[in-house]
């Protein structure tokens, strides 16, 4: 059911860009105003997502942790699955970003001869950080089209990248794996059925939308190619505010468009989904807290102020009675 | 409005937006961003040795189809239906040195204009010796 609206919003986004793609007055306003919309959308709803996010209390430290808490000095700390100090938290949220550690500790549950078995699975962290590295080393890599003069860290990454020199234009290792990881995530979801059961349109969309940004990059870079001078032309007068002329617009295929809507698509669609987690992975209370629970006091942070009556005011005012009650007092007078 | 973490999230969020605005203010600050490629293409020949659209988009691939050919079949000439091609009136070697570079003699105003333009290093230069400009 998810999958079916999940494909007929991807077949329309499709549609609609190879329409704008063929259609010249739909195309100037596809190709020169709709990347303005997106990049809008993308930037301040991000903010305002973060900001939302920001605004919530954390009460207390969440110890969901993974190992041994600092405890006494014979014991030894986990000192990055379960940091006590500024620091290890610094490195536990570093591997939990760059290398997703979280999702390393994945395991897969299923009935084997009627007993349920635990194993082992890192299928899914090693394709989704294939995935997500090779989408950012892309985004990177695609400067080269964002500016000019073009930044020096684009040659290092291409050099990298087609490390292996295989085909002419050089095949690139990250758009092997992007498509890998895409389709392995994909089919994950179609046919492990615990996990099908729990999967929305807004699980199964944005991997379609992605698998169609990569495969129509892929296409044009190998296959039905555009012109990429002209292509280069349009994307830096539009990064630069600058008015982009109809004859240009006519040079760029109508793959390109397609390409380029999915992508201003993605960036509208990022702030208002789960993809946001591009900026939530920051946020994450159960990683980003140093346990230290036992060595700070953390006040709840919406705590009111309770009118309370210590014990010394207590005795204070009935110090006689207790006394003649026979009841034991601290201070006496 | 209470932001807890209030200065980390700021700075993390300016981070965000200075980095993926990076080619705005990139293009806006260079005056560079204004230059387009400027082909010269040679006076004396009249046609290339396909049409112009398809050098314009597969001329790595034809050149690395000729260099197999080449090096690893030791064929030296565009063979069609059993004919060796002739081209300017003489039979069309596949070699970048003396086919190619015969006409667009100056990598300067030709190859690298678009390729310096789009970040394009191609590893011909590795094994060729650079042609340095100028006609010869």
């Known amino acids: ?333 | 409005m209470k932001l807890y973490d209030g200065w980390k999230i700021t700075i993390g969020l300016i981070i965000f937006t200075g980095f993926f605005t990076l080619p705005i203010w990139l293009n806006l600050t260079s005056a560079e961003s204004k230059v387009k490629p400027k082909l010269v293409y040679p006076e004396d020949a009249k046609e290339c040795v396909e049409a112009k659209d398809y050098m314009n988009h597969f001329h790595m691939d034809l050149l690395n189809r000729w260099r197999d050919s080449v090096v690893r079949m030791n064929v030296r000439y565009v063979v069609r239906n059993g004919n060796i091609l002739t081209h300017n009136g003489n039979k069309l070697e596949m070699s970048l040195t003396l086919t190619c570079l015969k006409c667009h003699s100056n990598k300067k105003n030709f190859c690298d204009q678009c390729h310096n333009y789009l970040d394009v290093k191609p590893y011909c230069w590795d094994c060729h010796i650079e042609p340095k400009g100028g006609s010869r």
């Open chain 1, 1 to 333: 059911m998810g999958l079916g609206i999940s494909l007929i919003s991807f077949l329309l986004v499709l549609a609609v860009g190879w329409i704008a793609g063929i259609v010249p007055f739909l195309k100037v306003f596809f190709m020169a105003y709709v990347p303005y919309v997106a990049l809008a959308v993308f930037v301040i709803g991000l903010i305002i997502r973060i900001l939302r996010w920001g605004r919530s209390p954390v009460p207390f430290r969440i110890t969901t942790t993974c190992g041994q808490e600092k405890s006494l000095p014979w014991i030894r700390q986990n000192k990055l699955d379960n940091p006590s100090s500024a620091l290890g938290t610094l490195g536990r949220m570093l591997l939990e970003i760059l290398f997703f550690r979280s999702l390393f500790r994945n395991t897969r549950a299923e009935f084997k001869d009627d007993r349920l078995v635990y194993s082992v699975d890192k299928w899914l962290w090693f394709f989704s950080l294939a995935f997500h590295w090779s989408f950012l080393i892309i985004f990177l890599r695609h400067f080269r089209f964002f500016t000019e003069p073009i930044p020096s860290f684009v040659g290092f990454l291409q050099n990298i990248d087609g490390f292996f020199q295989v085909g002419l234009p050089i095949i690139y290792i990250t758009d092997v794996l992007i498509l890998s990881g895409l389709t392995f995530l994909f089919l994950r979801r179609i046919f492990n059925s615990k996990v099908r059961i729990i999967s929305l349109p807004s699980d199964y969309f944005p991997l379609l939308l992605i698998l169609g940004i990569a495969t129509t990059g892929v296409l044009l870079r190998y296959f039905f190619k555009t012109d990429l001078v002209a292509v280069k032309e349009f994307t830096v007068s539009v990064l630069s505010f600058q008015a982009v002329s109809q004859e240009l617009i006519n040079k760029l295929s109508p793959l390109f468009a397609i390409h380029f809507f999915f992508v201003c698509t993605l960036l509208i669609y990022f702030p208002l989904s789960k993809l946001v987690h591009l900026g939530g992975v920051f946020l994450s209370p159960t990683r980003n807290l140093a346990n230290n629970n036992r060595m700070k006091r953390h006040i709840n942070p919406w705590n009111y102020d309770v009118p309370v009556h210590t014990y010394e005011e207590y005795e204070e005012e009935f110090r006689d009675k207790m006394i003649a009650a026979g009841i034991p007092v601290e201070k006496e007078d």
